[in-house]
């Protein structure tokens, strides 16, 4: 074979061919390219050559394709979204691509979020560590550093004992519950400006909220249900809209608990330790309440001076006795909405005993 050197010189030492007997090209091997192009620019190529750049890419074959990005091993990945459920990992894989929006590693045996895990992925959108029941305890102090915008981190069902610290500032939504989490510092989640929803099932007493722990947080919405609460926890986010103490063991809900939260619009204090009967003080502006499965006596006196109020939940209480005027204002021009839903099932109620106006006001004979 005839080394490429010489191969080259032969074509520069070739004279050109006369116009008069020239025949048009017809290229037959990888040889005749030389003859279409010029001199300086094949010197050109053989000197990049031997820097050992442009000719590899000038020779680059048709298959050729940019490396393509990681999947982690055993997980599918797909627009964005790596889904490594269901593997027993021990950890976060390391190889996650960069550009993943959406990560699931629930029910996993992750038993430690160390401070690289999320290294790199500062375009996740969204994390769910949910279900790791055999671990999930150890969470670093840095780990959440590089996830500058995360809005969604839900790591319920695992065996927390703290508020993981260093959440990122753009979170909106934190579900946490079902895990053993019983005090909840000032820090934890003050820093969350944005903040919409913490959802929380955890054994945390009235103490365990330390003071200034909801302090500039923007909160829309809160689950603080199935603790040990004894009373209304103190200073909680005005901007409330959703407020759910169920399954505590709360017994009152005096005046000053609940009137600075006058934007709320869904209450929901249910529990079936309850041993109190007094009626709980609502804002005004409520369009949502749950009291079932406690053992109130009678309806809430206040509720037909309630103008927005479009759902009542009273079932599997005491109350033995509804009047014409539980629900209903006399009179016209009070009651600005009608109501969606009022239920009273499992109450000791004589139904032929109640009378027809009393739900006037309800939107629809089956919304009782």
């Known amino acids: 074979m005839i080394p490429f050197s010489v191969v080259v010189l032969l074509l520069c030492a070739t004279p050109p061919p006369t116009p008069s007997v020239a025949l048009p090209f017809k290229q037959k091997g990888f040889l005749d390219f030389g003859k279409s192009i010029d001199v300086e620019g094949l010197m050109m190529m053989m000197n990049d050559e031997e820097e050992g750049s442009a000719v590899e890419?000038?020779?680059?074959?048709?298959?050729?394709?940019?490396?393509?990005?990681?999947?982690?091993?055993?997980?599918?990945?797909?627009?964005?979204?790596?889904?490594?459920?269901d593997l027993g990992l021990h950890y976060v894989p390391y190889d996650v691509p960069p550009e993943t929006r959406l990560l699931d590693l629930q029910s996993n045996q992750i038993t430690e979020?160390?401070?690289?895990?999320?290294?790199?992925?500062?375009?996740l959108y969204m994390s769910t560590n949910s279900h790791n029941t055999n671990g999930g305890r150890e969470v670093h102090l840095r780990a959440f550093m590089p996830l500058r915008r995360m809005q969604k981190l839900y790591f319920s069902h695992n065996q927390l004992?703290?508020?993981p610290k260093n959440l990122p500032s753009s979170l909106v939504e934190l579900c946490i519950h079902d895990n053993?989490?019983?005090?909840?510092?000032?820090?934890?989640?003050?820093?969350?400006?944005?903040?919409?929803?913490?959802?929380?099932?955890?054994?945390?007493?009235?103490?365990?909220?330390?003071?200034?722990?909801?302090?500039?947080?923007?909160?829309?919405?809160?689950?603080?249900?199935?603790?040990?609460?004894?009373?209304?926890?103190?200073?909680?986010?005005?901007?409330l809209h959703e407020l759910h103490l169920d399954q505590n063991q709360i017994q009152a809900i005096e005046l000053e608990d609940l009137r600075q939260y006058e934007g709320l619009h869904r209450y929901v204090w249910t529990s079936s330790f309850t041993r109190g009967s007094r009626q709980p003080v609502l804002p005004k502006n409520l369009r949502e309440l749950h009291?079932?499965?406690?053992?109130?006596?009678?309806?809430?006196?206040?509720?037909?001076?309630?103008?927005?109020?479009?759902?009542?939940?009273?079932?599997?209480?005491?109350?033995?006795?509804?009047?014409?005027?539980?629900?209903?204002?006399?009179?016209?021009?009070?009651?600005?909405t009608y109501y969606n839903g009022i239920s009273l099932f499992d109450n000791p109620i004589n139904y032929w005993e109640v009378e027809p106006a009393t739900f006037c006001c309800v939107s629809n004979r089956m919304a009782v």
Do not use: W
């Open 57 to 85: 890419e000038y020779y680059k074959p048709e298959y050729y394709k940019p490396e393509q990005p990681t999947c982690p091993f055993g997980c599918q990945c797909n627009q964005k979204v790596v889904q490594c459920s």
């Open 161 to 163: 004992t703290a508020v």
């Open 180 to 239: 053993h989490i019983k005090k909840v510092a000032a820090g934890d989640v003050s820093g969350l400006g944005s903040m919409k929803c913490i959802d929380g099932r955890n054994p945390i007493q009235n103490s365990g909220l330390e003071p200034g722990a909801f302090d500039g947080l923007k909160l829309t919405f809160l689950r603080i249900s199935e603790a040990k609460l004894t009373g209304i926890p103190k200073d909680l986010p005005e901007g």
């Open 113 to 123: 979020i160390r401070e690289d895990d999320f290294k790199g992925l500062r375009n």
């Open 291 to 336: 009291l079932e499965n406690n053992r109130i006596p009678n309806v809430h006196g206040g509720l037909a001076g309630m103008k927005y109020l479009q759902v009542v939940y009273l079932h599997s209480n005491n109350i033995s006795q509804v009047d014409m005027n539980d629900f209903c204002p006399e009179g016209f021009g009070v009651k600005k």
